[in-house]
């Protein structure tokens, strides 16, 4: 089992639709997530970090975490095709940990 | 202000010559990390430093490879001799703190070894 799991894609949506990215990871002592965006040939970008149980909201994005299920998602409210790149989980334990990235595709 | 900032951005050599990259984090943070990005193996950590001080470098794939900080301002990642398997993209990142601080990435150099 991989430590951070991500569905690889590509994840299709309509402009203005609202896109879920999903993660599971396998370190129940993982205290720390955030979700990084990065563009083709570009670097990664942070666009959100998380650290308790819940949701956190930032603009059109929501970071939701459920450390009991060992779950973390980020939701794009009002997609843009702007927000089409590779989004990749990261989870803090002993170290970061990175997902493989899901790619998202928002079609005009 | 300024990010973090890595040269060359790209670097095209002959296998068997060396290769340094060079990394210079955010003024004030003091952890920095080395990773690398492949299509197969997605986005490795290879070392990490705190205080310039290496903590981890159990992502370091064997002894070709070796990283420095001399100081808090500059960090290299040094290949030698370079293997057509390193081409790949190498990155820096900086974080204020060891621990649960989110990092900020450079913008990578391109490796290539022919």
């Known amino acids: 089992q991989k430590e951070v799991e991500q569905n690889s894609g590509p994840l299709s949506v309509p402009e203005g639709a609202i896109a879920s990215l999903n993660c599971t990871y396998s370190d129940r002592g993982s205290q720390s997530f955030f979700w990084y965006r990065q563009y083709s040939g570009k670097s990664p970008e942070l666009i959100m970090f998380?650290?308790?149980?819940g949701d956190k909201e930032d603009g059109r994005f929501t970071a939701q975490l459920n450390k009991a299920s060992q779950y973390v998602s980020l939701l794009i409210r009002d997609s843009q095709p702007s927000d089409s790149a590779t989004y990749l989980c990261a989870v803090q334990g002993g170290k970061l940990i990175f997902g493989q990235g899901t790619e998202l595709s928002v079609k005009p | 202000d300024a990010g973090v900032i890595q040269s060359p951005r790209h670097e095209v050599t002959e296998m068997g010559q060396e290769v340094t990259l060079r990394c210079k984090p955010i003024s004030g943070h003091n952890s920095l990390f080395w990773y690398r990005q492949t299509m197969m193996r997605g986005l490795e950590l290879l070392i990490y430093f705190n205080n310039n001080v290496p903590i981890d470098d159990s992502g370091m794939p064997e002894d070709r490879f070796s990283a420095k900080m001399p100081n808090a301002s500059f960090s290299t990642l040094k290949i030698q001799p370079s293997e057509p398997r390193d081409s790949a993209v190498y990155f820096c990142?900086?974080?204020?703190?060891?621990?649960?601080?989110?990092?900020?990435f450079g913008d990578g150099t391109r490796l290539s070894i022919l």
């Open positions: 990142a900086s974080s204020p703190g060891q621990g649960s601080q989110p990092q900020h």
């Open positions: 998380i650290y308790s149980n």
